[in-house]
């Protein structure tokens, strides 16, 4: 019998082997090995942050292997697409992981994900969110099978005045956690106004919700799974099981959401995109009005081989979470309140938003340490004040390099706030990129630091050769 845990493996390998025998597609690989220390045993926290889950949070060497192929942009008939990425690491101990194994399939606008697959790079890998508050690949990317839409389909009648994109999934995290084999539900949608002129906008909405799964509290244990609970947590709905009151009062499953404001301009030398995303985990943090989220500038120059190519400024506010009253207390007007929503943690999925001991989200939401058994026990900093910088561009016409900064001011969370008050923390990091031409292989180095009372004093360092090419 198949374990569940492999199943999307088998199911990627499937596509693999459709994709080798139906057509002939290029084969592209890289290969590599990278060593990263710093003057203390942990590393600094952009040197880890943001990395999918593959860089040890210690002093350590990797080594990679991955093969894939691409699906052909634009083309309207099947197509297909594979990818497996091996990562071997040696830091206190020896380790080797399945980074990446999935298999793709188009037609049309519509795509198949099956697998393990990490999300491509955006706003030129400066951006502290990856483009997305809630999943910014700070963590290994979840198995899962997906449907969607990836390019903006324009409506009938219409024509490209209002278009449409939009995600459906269902995925399963198989790391240590306090419920085992909890299931990942994930959807989004996207409209956007103005096609493609000069400027235009974006209104999206995500929605995550962590459900079912066997916990190690018998008080819950072995928690709804079946197609009715299923229908009620898709739509954040209570459950039908009533000896888990918490579910059956409230909504089947951990939800996470959050709306996506993009507003794009288009110029003749450069694009600019000002964008505002929100984070909400019930019903009294839906309302697009609060304060908690992330407000960015991105703008990027046509021309990219210049001393700035990109640059961009993020800045987070997450101290409020619908209020400071419990969420349960009674107000005077005989009312409740909805306060206190700990973002990112949940008292039944008590692993929270994190997978294999890193956030999913932004990684500014900080965890709290493994237990002695290796499970993460959600998030230990979820209330604080960020503003991050990043910039992009082309030394001496052959160098790119990508610095990132960032300052925070942190409170830690509600029910356990930061002893001494508030701990400020700057860290930050420059990469350098150098193309292969008389070596045989790209060589990429990084110096990164971080100075504060929330994480310390560091310094760190990474060098990384890669050989890149087709089979």
Known sequence: MINKKNL???????????????????????????????????????LVSNKNGIIPDRNSGLMNMKVYSD??????????????????????????????????????????????????????????????????????????????IPNYMDLPVIGDWVAVKGLYSEGIMNDKRFV????????NVFVKFGGKRRVNFVLGFHHYSQWAGTSRDPKYGKLASDFKN??????????????????????????????????????????????????????????????DGITGLFVKFKDENRWISSFLYENYYTKYQS????????????????????????????????????????????????????????????????????????????????ARCSYTQNWGTYGNPYQGGMKQQFSWITEFDIPASKLPFNISFAISGDHGDLLGQNIGLFIKIAKIGIL
């Not at 409740?336 to 008292?347: K, V």
């Open 8 to 46: 999307f493996l088998y199911l990627g390998i499937f596509f693999c082997s459709l994709s080798a025998h139906s057509q002939k597609k290029a084969m592209n690989y890289e290969t590599g090995m990278s060593s990263q220390f710093s003057s203390k045993s942990h590393l600094p926290f952009w």
């Open 71 to 148: 699906l052909t942009p634009a083309k309207e008939t099947l197509d297909y697409a594979f990818g497996v990425e091996m990562i071997g690491s040696v830091s206190n101990q020896a380790d080797l992981i399945l980074q990446q194994a999935y298999g793709s399939m188009k037609w049309k606008g519509l795509q198949l994900d099956i697998g393990v697959k990490d999300a491509p790079v955006q706003f030129d890998g400066i951006s502290s969110t990856n483009g997305n508050l809630l999943y910014s690949g700070n963590a290994r990317s979840i198995p899962r099978v997906a449907l969607n």
């Open 180 to 187: 085992k084999n909890t299931r990942v539900h994930y959807k």
């Open 230 to 291: 299923y229908i009620q947590m898709i739509q954040a709905k209570g459950g039908t099981d009533e000896s888990n009151y918490f579910e059956w009062e409230n909504s089947v499953g951990n939800h996470i959401g959050g709306w996506d404001f993009q507003l794009h301009y288009h110029a003749a030398k450069f694009d600019a995109e000002l964008y505002r995303q929100t984070i909400f985990e019930d019903h009294s943090g839906i309302y697009m009005t609060r304060p």
């Open 323 to 402: 209020g400071s009253t419990p969420g349960g207390a009674a107000k005077p007007d005989g009312g409740l309140y909805t306060g206190m929503d700990n973002f990112f943690n949940n008292g039944i999925y008590r692993s929270g938003w994190t997978y294999f001991g890193r956030t999913i989200g932004s990684p500014f939401f900080l965890t709290v340490p493994e237990s002695e058994d290796g499970i993460t026990l959600g998030i230990a900093n979820n209330r604080f004040i960020a503003h991050h910088i990043g910039i992009k561009g082309l030394l001496f016409h052959k160098i790119t390099y990508r």
